[in-house]
């Protein structure tokens, strides 16, 4: 099958967000200029996006069964508690984290897809609407809670409520079930939704577009709906948490946006966001890497307020240039590696 430029690319913007987001979270205090913030908030709900597209791509055409998609599902979420644990020293498993989220809804969306299409698109919207009900009945925590796992080189005791945790994994976490999980199942749908519209030959995609502004227009009028926490701690994304409101306009962008990029793919300029989206699992670990190991113990949170602007444009700057110098090298070892195992698959990308 040939390979879908239009997802590498999608997924390189994603990880350019992704970067400014969270080197931003570690370097500048709150509140973040009001273009950062919005360009931060885009990389989370498309790598989910993305996530059950792929699920449903991979289910369709290239009929993987349950088990591909569970190992995938289980290694990202060990790959979430391995950053947590190895890279900030926290107990696994709580925070939930977007790569928990995308390793659960990647297990989820096989199901999903088991459904009616139309069946799928009203649960999909069902999930969003519950998540502003559970968090209007039980509340919404405005930081999750998170417990260190060592201090002066000792295990710490796990002290955390187990139904903390459960909280946090269904309505308080970094990315809750409800109503993340409905972006993955997004992506599933859409994906069924673009094939059947290509099959009808309408090359303009007016149906998706036409879409898209109504999305948008629904979205803006539900604005006032719900409270909306603008910072987590240093984070400023507008999803904290993701209102009915946020989930109609970021769902409008995405599909836009890949209708865009799907028209002209081949062009030389997104050759950066492709290079980098082709090896999304590597550059999460590597951009939180180089965050974790050598710019926050420099200019972590505790020196935010002695940071400028600039700083942190340089700091942006020197991890999109290692990103590419590695995804050259990537490229180079794919080249000379040309049945690589499952397991280095899953990290550096097909």
Excluded at 114 to 136: D, E, H, P, Q, W
Excluded at 210 to 224: E, Q, R
Excluded at 307 to 318: L, N, R
């Amino acid at each position: 099958m040939q390979r879908n430029y239009t997802i590498d690319i999608v997924r390189g913007f994603a990880i350019y967000t992704m970067i400014a987001s969270n080197l931003a979270g570690e370097m500048l205090a709150p509140t973040h200029p009001l273009a950062l913030t919005i360009f931060g908030s885009m990389a989370a709900p498309i790598f989910v996006f993305l996530a059950g597209y792929l699920v449903a791509m991979g289910f369709r055409l290239k009929n993987y069964n349950f088990g591909y998609f569970f190992i995938r599902g289980i290694l990202t979420l060990l790959t979430a508690a391995f950053i947590d644990s190895a890279f900030w020293h926290w107990y696994p498993f709580t925070g939930v984290d977007v790569l928990y989220l995308t390793g659960f809804s990647m297990i989820l969306t096989y199901f999903f897809l088991k459904l009616n299409f139309n069946f799928r698109i009203v649960l999909t919207f069902l999930i969003f609407i519950s998540g502003y009900f559970i968090r209007k009945e039980f509340g919404y925590a405005e930081v999750p809670e998170i417990r260190d796992l060592f201090k002066d080189g000792k295990l710490i005791p796990f002290d955390m409520s187990y139904k903390v945790v459960l909280s946090q994994w269904l309505k308080d976490g970094w990315f809750p079930i409800f109503g993340w999980v409905g972006m993955a199942f997004s992506g599933a749908c859409f994906f069924d939704w673009k094939n059947k519209i290509s099959e009808m030959k309408t090359k303009n995609y007016l149906e998706i577009i036409f879409f898209s502004l109504s999305l948008a227009i629904i979205g803006s009028l539900l604005v006032g709906l719900e409270q909306r926490y603008s910072d987590r701690g240093f984070y400023t994304e507008v999803f904290y948490p993701p209102t009915i409101s946020y989930y109609f306009l970021f769902l409008s962008f995405a599909l836009i946006l890949f209708m865009f990029v799907n028209e002209n793919s081949e062009l030389l300029i997104y050759t950066p966001l492709k290079v980098i989206g082709k090896s999304p699992m590597f550059f999460y670990l590597l951009h939180f890497a180089l965050i974790a190991f050598v710019i926050s113990p420099y200019f972590g949170k505790e020196n935010s307020h002695k940071i400028s602007f600039d700083k942190f444009i340089y700091s942006y700057i020197f991890i999109i240039i290692i990103s590419l110098i590695f995804s050259k090298l990537i490229s180079i070892l794919k080249s000379k590696w040309e049945k690589p195992p499952f397991i280095v698959k899953f990290f550096i990308g097909g």
